[in-house]
């Protein structure tokens, strides 16, 4: 079985191709969406999904969120007395979304496509692969996000010619694709995008303005120290409410209750668009990027896609209103759409017969190319970039060009391999590094031709040949700094096997646990001894290992905390 696997910063989701449609995968609590967020229970075994986000406010050093931010870089979280990387802590939500498709549907689930943002580099790129291999998955395909939510959409079906935007702005990264759909084939024509804004951002923003409007208010039995992971971790989950509510509401109140002190502080849809301002300024600039490289102007879109949780900020939805000229289409559910995306392109591989072949082209989202020396006043100057492949050209693409020596009898030139836009090499990302002899002439009438190819997979090869002596030199860049290598994967993936993972069937009520020590932490005076009450009949209940009284508990418990936190503890 083949599946489709959004690989979120926030939530994560997994689809099938079954009977002619993409359909969503519940987890084992029922719920389509997966929290991206990793930790360890009381017993040292790994939990993924609600049950862990519910932990990071009371046990933030055992639980490991966003992490898809830090992918291709040799970050790592500790988590107990174990340190993991960000590919490893992806490989856990992706190995528990695999284990839900196969419950659900009772066969082994042996591929994946798993989606990526179109402004993924070359390094994030390969981890986001390597995170599936440890997932015991294999991944022929990425697909960009932007793609996804084109397919989701049903634009490949298309008679018509005709160009669209997607606008994608997730938990933690933000996307805008270009394509063009015509003769069956869905052309990406550009992508840019900002792998570091997202509704996270928005949500730290609100946490840092309601920070600063207390600082003048004396509250005398306690302090906000920020630096306290458990409270950072209330005030984040505190703005998320309320930027969510001002999507509903003209007003909504942030309140604090920490150390018998409460903070109060209300925001409306005004404050919030100052507040917001700088993050909704960042948008229009890969806008405008993406625009220009696609040569083409904002009116002549046939179409406006919005994808993402964090689109449906009324803000966001004006925002692009006013850009564009019109209204977006938000017809399917913005946090599930490139989980259906990446099921269409899944049922698109396994060449599912209610499927009409369509060709895929993608871009390369990044620059390639070589450090060079430029002539200034003194001599040359060294450290400059000079881009063999531009962003956005569509791939597989090959080009060349030609570079010469700098010194007189020069016998060798080396080639610093760099990816990024920066004029300056050392701004830019290296890939790698390709070294070629020379015959020894004159400064200037050594020429090598640098030929750069860059195929669907990701894989780079740089070829340097030597017009004179007919001799080249090919390098494969498979590998960046920051990415494992095949021997560190197999060394992590029997590490990994290792790993006691809690049981699926215990994660209701592992999860009802997690969220009653939450509120109590939360919650002060009678209510505290309402939630304690609460937590000590469950466990009793839990010991008695009857199924039936503990559902019955478990679900009229979760209706009294669902009554609690909508009157917000008063």
Same mark, same amino acid.
């Given at each position: 079985?083949?599946?489709?696997?959004?690989?979120?910063?926030?939530?994560?989701?997994?689809?099938?191709?079954?009977?002619?449609?993409?359909h969503l995968v519940p987890n084992a609590l029922g719920e389509l969406l997966t929290p991206s967020?990793?930790?360890?229970?009381?017993?040292?075994?790994?939990?993924?999904?609600?049950?862990?986000?519910?932990?990071?406010?009371?046990?933030?050093?055992?639980?490991?969120?966003?992490?898809?931010?830090?992918?291709? #870089? &040799?970050?790592?979280?500790? !988590? *107990?007395?174990?340190? +993991?990387?960000?590919?490893?802590?992806? %490989?856990? $939500?992706?190995?528990?979304?695999?284990?839900?498709?196969?419950?659900?549907?009772?066969?082994?689930?042996?591929?994946?496509?798993?989606?990526?943002?179109?402004?993924?580099?070359?390094?994030?790129?390969?981890?986001?692969?390597?995170?599936?291999?440890?997932?015991?998955?294999?991944?022929e395909r990425l697909i960009n996000e932007p793609t996804a939510a084109a397919l989701a959409y049903?634009?490949?079906?298309?008679?018509?010619?005709?160009?669209?935007?997607?606008?994608?702005?997730?938990?933690?990264?933000?996307?805008?694709?270009?394509?063009?759909?015509?003769?069956?084939?869905?052309?990406?024509?550009? #992508? &840019?995008?900002?792998?570091? !804004? *997202?509704?996270?951002? +928005?949500?730290?923003?609100?946490?840092? %303005?309601? $920070?600063?409007?207390?600082?003048?208010?004396?509250?005398?039995?306690?302090?906000?120290?920020?630096?306290?992971?458990?409270?950072?971790?209330?005030?984040?989950?505190?703005?998320?409410?309320?930027?969510?509510?001002?999507?509903?509401?003209?007003?909504?109140?942030?309140?604090?209750?920490?150390?018998?002190?409460?903070?109060?502080?209300?925001?409306?849809?005004?404050?919030?668009?100052?507040?917001?301002?700088?993050?909704?300024?960042?948008?229009?600039?890969?806008?405008?990027?993406?625009?220009?490289?696609?040569?083409?102007?904002?009116?002549?879109?046939?179409?406006?896609?919005?994808?993402?949780?964090?689109?449906?900020?009324? !803000?966001?939805?004006?925002?692009?209103?006013?850009?564009?000229?019109?209204?977006?289409?938000?017809?399917?559910?913005?946090?599930?759409?490139?989980?259906?995306?990446?099921?269409?392109?899944?049922?698109?591989?396994?060449?599912?017969?209610?499927?009409?072949?369509?060709?895929?082209?993608?871009?390369?989202?990044?620059?390639?190319?070589?450090?060079?020396?430029?002539?200034?006043?003194?001599?040359?100057?060294?450290?400059?970039?000079?881009?063999?492949?531009?962003?956005?050209?569509?791939?597989?693409?090959?080009?060349?060009?030609?570079?010469?020596?700098?010194?007189?009898?020069?016998?060798?030139?080396?080639?610093?391999?760099?990816?990024?836009?920066?004029?300056?090499?050392?701004?830019?990302?290296?890939?790698?590094?390709?070294?070629?002899?020379?015959?020894?002439?004159?400064?200037?009438?050594?020429?090598?031709?640098?030929?750069?190819?860059?195929?669907?997979?990701?894989?780079?090869?740089?070829?340097?040949?030597?017009?004179?002596?007919?001799?080249?030199?090919?390098?494969?860049?498979?590998?960046?700094?920051?990415?494992?290598?095949?021997?560190?994967?197999?060394?992590?993936?029997?590490?990994?096997?290792?790993l006691k993972i809690h049981p699926r069937e215990q994660q209701p009520n592992t999860l009802l646990?997690?969220?009653?020590?939450?509120?109590?932490?939360?919650?002060?005076?009678?209510?505290?001894?309402?939630?304690?009450?609460?937590?000590?009949?469950?466990?009793?209940?839990?010991?008695?290992?009857?199924?039936?009284?503990?559902?019955?508990?478990?679900?009229?418990?979760?209706?009294?905390?669902?009554?609690?936190?909508?009157?917000?503890?008063?």
């Amino acid at each position: 079985m083949i599946v489709g696997i959004d690989l979120g910063t926030t939530n994560s989701l997994i689809a099938v191709w079954r009977d002619g449609a993409p359909h969503l995968v519940p987890n084992a609590l029922g719920e389509l969406l997966t929290p991206s967020v990793v930790g360890l229970d009381d017993e040292d075994r790994i939990i993924v999904g609600r049950a862990a986000r519910e932990r990071l406010q009371t046990h933030p050093r055992q639980t490991a969120a966003l992490f898809k931010r830090y992918m291709g #870089s &040799a970050r790592t979280t500790t !988590l *107990g007395n174990r340190e +993991f990387r960000p590919e490893e802590l992806s %490989a856990m $939500v992706l190995r528990s979304l695999r284990e839900d498709a196969e419950r659900h549907f009772g066969e082994p689930v042996e591929e994946a496509v798993i989606s990526v943002p179109a402004y993924f580099n070359d390094a994030q790129r390969k981890a986001t692969r390597i995170a599936g291999e440890l997932a015991g998955l294999k991944v022929e395909r990425l697909i960009n996000e932007p793609t996804a939510a084109a397919l989701a959409y049903g634009l490949h079906q298309r008679d018509s010619t005709s160009t669209f935007l997607v606008f994608d702005l997730g938990g933690g990264t933000f996307d805008v694709s270009i394509l063009e759909l015509f003769d069956g084939v869905m052309e990406v024509r550009a #992508s &840019a995008g900002d792998n570091f !804004l *997202g509704g996270e951002d +928005f949500d730290t923003v609100l946490v840092q %303005a309601f $920070v600063a409007a207390q600082a003048d208010v004396p509250q005398p039995t306690s302090t906000l120290d920020l630096a306290d992971p458990q409270l950072f971790g209330r005030l984040r989950r505190e703005a998320e409410r309320v930027r969510k509510a001002l999507g509903q509401e003209s007003q909504a109140t942030f309140t604090l209750r920490h150390d018998n002190a409460q903070w109060q502080q209300s925001f409306d849809q005004t404050q919030l668009a100052n507040l917001y301002a700088p993050l909704l300024a960042r948008l229009r600039a890969p806008i405008e990027t993406a625009l220009r490289d696609a040569r083409i102007k904002a009116s002549e879109l046939d179409e406006i896609l919005l994808v993402g949780g964090t689109t449906r900020m009324p !803000l966001i939805r004006r925002l692009a209103a006013s850009l564009f000229g019109r209204f977006p289409s938000i017809q399917l559910n913005p946090d599930e759409t490139v989980a259906l995306g990446a099921a269409v392109q899944a049922g698109l591989k396994a060449r599912d017969a209610a499927l009409e072949e369509v060709v895929l082209t993608d871009v390369c989202p990044y620059s390639l190319g070589i450090e060079t020396s430029v002539a200034c006043g003194y001599g040359y100057e060294s450290g400059h970039y000079l881009p063999i492949i531009e962003r956005n050209c569509v791939v597989p693409v090959s080009k060349v060009k030609r570079v010469v020596t700098l010194r007189d009898q020069q016998t060798h030139v080396r080639l610093g391999i760099y990816q990024g836009e920066s004029r300056r090499v050392s701004e830019n990302i290296f890939l790698g590094e390709l070294e070629v002899q020379v015959p020894p002439l004159p400064a200037g009438q050594a020429e090598v031709d640098v030929r750069f190819t860059y195929d669907t997979n990701g894989l780079l090869e740089a070829e340097a040949h030597i017009p004179l002596t007919g001799e080249k030199r090919q390098v494969v860049i498979t590998n960046n700094p920051g990415v494992l290598s095949p021997a560190e994967i197999a060394t992590r993936l029997a590490a990994l096997a290792e790993l006691k993972i809690h049981p699926r069937e215990q994660q209701p009520n592992t999860l009802l646990l997690a969220r009653l020590e939450r509120l109590y932490q939360e919650g002060r005076g009678e209510l505290r001894q309402r939630i304690d009450a609460m937590a000590t009949h469950f466990t009793h209940t839990l010991e008695h290992q009857d199924a039936h009284e503990i559902r019955t508990l478990r679900l009229r418990l979760n209706e009294e905390l669902d009554h609690l936190e909508k009157g917000s503890f008063e």
